[in-house]
């Protein structure tokens, strides 16, 4: 899988493995979809001008592959007929005598399958060693292909963050350099609205560019102070009256301008749910394995701990929800945790965990 080969290639090399391994005469990976009973196979160690060749498409309804589907994965078939599948579809389409399938998921839902196959029977059945030697083949190529998924989704992104930055941000800011010729030539309450209002559809843009690119892995992470890194995010929200107390410093790994945006948006959500006179405290965990930010504000009520950090969701009325999502985005690429619960003043408290601390 480390190598730089199309996916198509790396899944039959491992399948060649796998078919090594189960004497058997060839193994596929499919691509099933049981609302049209359509089964393609995408990678095979069969030849071109073979049976079962890549690029074969079958109805499901002719294949072992059903029953893997079906709930019952592992299939193991080492003689069909004599197992009493003499009447099965596959076996008096195909005519395999042996089959061993697993099923494939990704982001929890059914891709396909890994099935292994042979117009001969065995000799002697499946044991439990070839399974797991085919289950973590199955395992392989499911995370190479959620690998692959998830790539194609950064690429989009970053895609429509290019169009967000160009396409929106330069009619905005054309808009903005009007609006504020106007107001340097008069004075007016629908301008003064207006700049406002511009001035807000900026900030918007910013969150949005900031939550496309958090899926980015972090490829360089350095020492970061939690008490510097904390004054100085601090130093760069609009507070009103609201302060900050460091309760101890923590030396940990990270990328220091997402774990910024991380601080920047705790921070804003302290005061835009707290109000401009809320205390905020940042300290060390316990354990000294993370840190933790909470308020003394109104804080979270307890079913909406499990939803602040979804994308869209917010009991506020300015933003869009995509404060705590970001920085849940920022948690997620340095491979930490964060639960939200609350502050010993019942406020909120977000911990962090799993900080790589020397």
Not at 159 to 176: E, G, I, K, T, W
Not at 227 to 248: K, L, N, P, Q, Y
Request: charged share 30%; proline share 4%.
């Amino acid at each position: 899988m480390d190598r730089d080969l199309p996916f198509e290639e790396k899944a039959t090399l491992a399948l060649s493995v796998g078919e090594t391994y189960l004497g058997v005469e060839n193994g596929h990976l499919t691509r099933i979809d049981p609302e049209s009973d359509y089964w393609k196979a995408i990678a095979s160690t069969d030849a071109a001008d073979g049976t079962f060749p890549a690029g074969l498409q079958l109805d499901l309804r002719d294949t072992y592959c059903r029953r893997t589907i079906g709930g019952e994965s592992p299939v193991r078939l080492h003689d069909a007929p004599n197992q009493g599948w003499d009447d099965d579809p596959a076996f008096q389409r195909h005519g395999l005598h042996c089959y061993h399938g697993s099923a494939i998921t990704i982001d929890d839902e059914l891709f396909g399958t890994l099935c292994f196959v042979s117009t001969e029977p065995r000799a002697e059945p499946f044991d439990d060693g070839e399974t797991l030697f085919a289950e973590l083949i199955a395992r392989m190529l499911e995370t190479e292909l959620q690998a692959e998924r998830t790539e194609a989704k950064i690429e989009r992104l970053d895609q429509f963050a290019s169009v967000v930055s160009h396409d929106l941000r330069s009619p905005l800011n054309v808009a903005q350099g009007r609006v504020d010729i106007e107001r340097s030539a008069r004075d007016s309450d629908n301008l003064e609205i207006a700049a406002r209002s511009l001035d807000r559809m900026e900030d918007l843009i910013a969150d949005v560019l900031t939550m496309a690119r958090q899926g980015h892995e972090i490829e360089e992470a350095e020492l970061v102070s939690l008490d510097a890194m904390a004054e100085e995010c601090w130093d760069g929200v609009r507070t009103g009256g609201a302060s900050v107390t460091v309760e101890a410093d923590l030396t940990f790994k990270a990328d220091p301008g997402r774990v910024r945006h991380l601080f920047e948006n705790l921070f804003r959500n302290s005061v835009e749910h707290g109000g401009s006179d809320v205390s905020v405290r940042v300290g060390p965990l316990d354990d000294g394995d993370g840190f933790y930010v909470e308020d003394d504000g109104p804080g979270i009520p307890a079913a909406d701990r499990d939803r602040v950090f979804e994308t869209g969701f917010t009991t506020g009325t300015e933003g869009i929800g995509l404060g705590l999502a970001i920085v849940e985005g920022v948690v997620d690429a340095h491979g930490w945790a964060i639960t939200a619960g609350e502050s010993a003043d019942g406020g909120a408290r977000f911990e962090v965990s799993g900080v790589v601390v020397p």
